[in-house]
C-alpha cells in the first residue's frame, strides 16, 4: 500500500526567485527529517509538496 503525505504550503505568500528558494529550504527540511524512515520520496508539483511512501 502506497502512502502519499500532501504538504501545501500557503503561508509561503512569496513570489519570483524568492519562492522557488523558500520551497526547495522547505523540501530540505523535509528530506532531513525524514531520513530516520526510509522509503521516503519527497516531489514537487504544481505548488504542492508531495511526501510518497514507496
Do not use: F, S, T, W
Not at 5 to 27: D, H, T
Request: charged share 30%; hydrophobic share 40%; proline share 4%.
Amino acid at each position: 500500500m502506497r502512502n502519499v503525505l500532501l504538504v501545501k504550503y500557503g503561508e509561503i505568500a512569496l513570489r519570483g526567485k524568492n519562492r522557488g528558494i523558500a520551497e526547495n529550504r522547505l523540501i530540505k527540511a523535509i528530506i532531513k527529517r525524514l531520513e530516520p524512515y526510509p522509503g521516503y520520496m519527497v516531489y514537487k508539483e504544481q505548488g504542492r509538496i508531495l511526501v510518497v511512501n514507496e
